[in-house]
């Protein structure tokens, strides 16, 4: 037993998830400033409405508040964070030192991901570093608790970070047949939870679960699947058309457009399709419920933290466990 | 092979200055197969300079020479008159044959009139692909002979990123996902199994980040008494 009771980190999300609750993350964005009151602010409209939320890391290689200092910030607001770590930025020396800062500073979990490429953020001159890739990231993070050693081999003398580790999946990537094993790789590289992409495509998404569930992968690493609320049509159709790796069917872009439609009002018009974006996602959340192998969800309201207490209400996620 | 093309010519124009006498060199090997820098590249960009600086009212002295290899020091020894001529060498070779010339006239202005991309292959006509990024440590047998490294924007070992879409890159539409392509490679060879294993962080000293590389093979050094 170690000193964490039997727990790999002690993490609330840790918690939950081993006591087998329908887990509910969220996502907290860092400013593109360096007002920690923001943060304060975002923290206080998820807290007690998420098990854990997501500190993005630079998200679409735009620079903002580090994913630590802002994870830090979050705990010291009583919102567990998820820090977000992406490998585009740094190379494993600073990686490994980064997160023994951030142990030390009281987060918990992270989040392992590859990092969007630096052509679609604002500084597109930028090298990009991908030392290490996401798999190994987890690999390293997770020896750095389990190994007790840094990625080169060498011993960690005293405290060493125990976080609980995540990974991401894209369902909806290429090749489709390869997805449910890439997210095996990661169960296997040590991961233990996943956060997936965005889901819209849900018959999809089925799919990719019973090849997951016929693997045995869920029964290795647990599960969050995706979801988020859509603000406005135009959102719907740029990320069914622009963005690289999304799914979103007709047919929610059509339930968008059509939600406004008639309204003269222009703020009437923009909340009767925030309202429609809600809808879709609480339905989401409660298709998410019924499918084999997925143990919560991880919403993500991007630049939109009001309209989690919203959703989590509206999808009977409310009161969230306390695990002790 | 090298990859190369020719920088815009004001650049050109710029690094050349007001010198008066201009020496051309081209280099017969790489860079004359992309159509960058041997001998019609440099004989085309050579009137054009000559052109251009009597149209300017400056008319400079432009000569052109094309030498087999610029990365060979016996190579350089014959174009020595020349260079000495020149107020500006105008090297037409990639970044080493610049070097090269720099580092056997240690006198001489040589200034590069291409920039050298990548270490590619002409795919079509007209369209040169990377290929190769020189890591130092090749892993092409583990991946169908697709390289990650060159090819996957990001440098991943263990299969594509969330952005693969339809066979392409999430940073544009004309770019191959390298990962789709080992992955319809190994599965044709029956070979999924090797995307199955996770890849070790990889060991760049071997690459550029290890400092600027060497090789020395003492097999084939000269004895010293030979070398002097």
């Known amino acids: ?324 | 092979m090298i990859v190369a093309e020719q920088k815009p010519i004001a650049e050109i124009q710029t690094l050349i200055g007001d010198a008066k006498r201009v020496l051309v060199v081209g280099c017969g090997t790489c860079v004359t197969v992309c159509f960058a820098g041997g001998e019609k590249e440099a004989g085309i960009l050579g009137s054009l300079l000559r052109m251009s600086s009597q149209m300017d009212g400056n008319a400079k002295d432009v000569s052109e020479v094309t030498v087999q290899r610029q990365c060979e020091w016996e190579y350089l020894d014959v174009i020595k008159d020349k260079v000495a001529d020149a107020n500006v060498v105008l090297s037409l070779g990639c970044g080493i044959g610049v070097q090269a010339l720099a580092e056997r006239y240690p006198n001489a202005l040589v200034v590069p009139g291409l920039n050298t991309t990548f270490m590619g292959m002409l795919q079509e006509q007209g369209v040169w692909v990377e290929r190769c990024a020189a890591c130092g440590n090749c892993m092409l047998g583990l991946t169908g002979g697709i390289c990650p490294i060159a090819r996957c924007s990001k440098q991943l070992l263990n299969g594509p990123c969330g952005g693969s879409s339809k066979g392409k890159c999430e940073i544009n539409s004309e770019t191959d996902c390298a990962w789709q392509l080992i992955y319809d490679k190994l599965k044709a060879q029956n070979r999924l199994h090797l995307l199955m294993e996770i890849n070790p962080p990889k060991d760049w000293r071997t690459s550029r980040d290890g400092g600027p590389r060497k090789i020395v093979r003492e097999d084939l050094r000269l004895p010293a008494a030979e070398k002097a």
């Open chain 1, 1 to 324: 037993m170690s000193e964490n009771n039997g727990f790999k980190s002690g993490s609330n999300l840790e918690k939950v998830l081993r006591a087998g609750h329908f887990a509910v993350t969220a996502e907290l964005g860092p400013p593109k400033n360096a007002d920690a009151e923001t943060i304060r602010k975002k923290a206080a409209i998820l807290k007690g409405y998420a098990d854990a939320a997501n500190i993005t890391d630079n998200q679409t290689a735009i620079v903002r508040m580090s994913s630590i200092g802002a994870g830090a910030l979050a705990v010291q607001a009583g919102l567990e964070p998820v820090v977000q770590m992406t490998c585009r930025d740094r190379n494993r020396l600073a990686m490994q030192s980064d997160l023994l800062g951030a142990y030390a500073l009281g987060v918990r979990n992270v989040l392992c991901l590859s990092g969007d490429h630096q052509t679609f953020g604002n500084h597109p001159q930028a090298k990009n570093v991908h030392d290490i890739d996401s798999m190994q990231l987890v690999q390293m993070v997770v020896g750095l608790r389990d190994k007790n050693s840094f990625q080169c081999g060498e011993e960690i003398k005293g405290v060493n970070p125990r976080f609980f580790v995540g990974a991401v999946e894209n369902p909806f990537g290429d090749p489709f047949d390869f997805r449910p094993y890439r997210l095996g790789k990661k169960a296997k590289a040590g991961a233990d939870f996943v956060q997936t992409q965005l889901i819209y495509n849900v018959p999809r998404f089925r799919e990719f679960m019973r090849r997951v569930v016929d693997l045995g992968v869920h029964e290795q690493v647990k599960i969050l699947a995706g979801v988020g609320p859509l603000k406005t049509a135009g959102a719907a159709k740029y990320m069914r058309d622009q963005v690289a790796g999304m799914d979103v069917p007709d047919e929610v872009v059509n339930r968008m457009e059509a939600a406004g439609k008639g309204i003269e009002d222009k703020k009437e018009k923009a909340a009767a399709a925030r309202e429609e974006g809600i809808k879709v996602c609480v339905e989401l959340i409660e298709q998410m419920r019924e499918i084999p192998g997925v143990a919560g969800v991880h919403i993500m309201a991007i630049e939109w933290e009001e309209a989690i207490p919203i959703i989590t209400e509206r999808a009977g996620l409310l009161p969230r466990p306390v695990v002790a």
